[in-house]
DNA sequence: AAAGCGGGGTG
DNA sequence: CACCCAGCTTT
């Protein structure tokens, strides 16, 4: 076994996280835990971990339950198409597979939400089985230590990273090692400020002699952040009834439900928007009373949302007949699952009613 | 190859 | 504010 592949094992025994996930080797665990660690960091996965496992023990818990339960369970949690693979992946399971997950790295490959890190993860951590994890510490790392230079964002950067790593992944604890290189980007060779006073491989780390450290890992292109302008119309009558819809098109929140929607491609006063041929039609040209509106704005990683929210009395809801409408009590919305801007307006809504 | 998909933490 | 996170799927 190489000395890096040594050192950085020796450093994880002494500093690994107790994390819930490491207290288990059942696949079905660790196959949760690696979906909701995708793009998300331990910290704010670790809730959603005990509350998923303990709703659903088994995959054929979580195979049994609705779509809508998981991503009730999954809300807040953001990249719900996660959560419906996950779902559809214990389908598969339970179903097909009599309950037990692929051992192998290709039949892990063939489940939804699973792709090459995935694989590599699962396959590595519960089978010990010689394949190697390349996620963002990964990149971080080795870019770092070894001097890479080129872009990580391209083809030929990735393949390069690859090849690196599987090469340092050369002892017979490939499981240890992916562990290994992930906690140690994630505790020790952090993004910024990472701990190079006290790095074990300090004395051959190529950044850190040659003053590049903030400098790697290279990306090439920066994504452009494009704005929407998202109104909802938040209906409700006497009978404290409201509507809600399922957002089942290919779009951002596919799968939550919300409030109808108005989209716009700027910004609209709350005067014009109950001009719209839309508002007309949400409400029947009945005699509609405006109670409150108000706007926020909700920042994704490549978006800019410009969010309106017009409360709206009316006094009868019996025209929606549509089925992509869903008539509800308006105490009963908090047993669906919403986004993270309309979920944080439930207990705001309520004031603006009286 | 590039775009789309969330939400939160950090400096 | 920019950048990033135990990436995957679709175009």
Redesign the pocket.
């Known amino acids: 076994m190489g000395k890096f592949s040594s050192d950085l094992i020796l450093w994880y025994k002494e500093n690994k996280?107790d994390?819930p996930?490491?207290r288990t080797s059942e696949v079905y665990r660790v196959w949760v835990?690696?979906i909701i660690?995708?793009?998300?960091?331990?910290?704010?996965g670790i809730n959603y971990y005990l509350t998923l496992t303990e709703a659903f023990p088994t995959v054929h818990h979580l195979a049994r339950a609705s779509e809508d339960e998981v991503l009730k369970l999954w809300?807040?949690?953001?990249?719900?198409?996660?959560a419906r693979?996950m779902h559809a992946a214990a389908k598969y399971v339970s179903q097909e597979l009599n309950g037990v997950f692929p051992d192998t790295f290709d039949g892990l490959l063939k489940?939804?939400?699973?792709?090459?890190?995935?694989?590599a993860?699962i396959s590595s951590i519960c089978y010990n089985q010689p394949h190697t994890?390349v996620?963002?510490?990964v990149?971080?790392v080795l870019t770092r230590i070894y001097g890479v230079e080129t872009a990580i964002?391209?083809?030929?950067g990735k393949k390069q990273i690859e090849e690196l790593a599987q090469s340092l992944n050369d002892g017979k604890a490939y499981g240890d090692f992916n562990?290994a290189i992930?906690?140690f980007?994630?505790l020790h060779c952090?993004?910024?400020?990472p701990a190079c006073q006290c790095c074990i491989f300090s004395d051959t780390c190529w950044a850190l002699q040659h003053n590049k450290v903030h400098l790697l890992?290279v990306?090439?292109?920066?994504?452009?952040?494009?704005k929407r302008y998202l109104n909802f119309i938040v209906l409700f009558n006497k009978e404290e009834q409201t509507v809600i819809q399922r957002r089942n098109h290919?779009?951002?929140?596919?799968g939550?439900y919300q409030y109808p929607l108005i989209e716009t491609t700027q910004v609209i006063s709350p005067q014009n928007l109950l001009n719209t041929d839309e508002l007309r039609e949400l409400t029947a040209q009945q005699d509609i009373h405006l109670i409150s509106e108000y706007s926020f704005k909700?920042?994704?990683?490549?978006?800019r949302l410009i969010i309106n929210i017009l409360n709206i009395q009316i006094p009868s809801l019996a025209h929606l007949t549509s089925p992509q409408y869903q008539l509800i009590k308006t105490d009963q919305v908090n047993k669906y699952a919403f986004?993270?801007?309309l979920s944080r307006i439930f207990n705001e809504t309520p004031k603006h009613r009286l």
Request: glycine share 8%; proline share 7%; aromatic share 8%.
């Open positions: 996280r994390l996930w490491r835990s690696e660690l995708q793009q998300t960091r331990v910290n704010q809300q807040g949690l953001g990249y719900y198409s996660r693979n489940l939804k939400g699973i792709g090459p890190y995935t694989a993860a994890v996620d963002g510490n990149f971080r964002n391209t083809s030929q562990q992930m906690e980007g994630a952090t993004p910024q400020l890992p990306k090439e292109k920066k994504l452009q952040v494009k290919n779009d951002i929140w596919r939550l909700h920042q994704l990683t490549h978006r986004p993270k801007p």
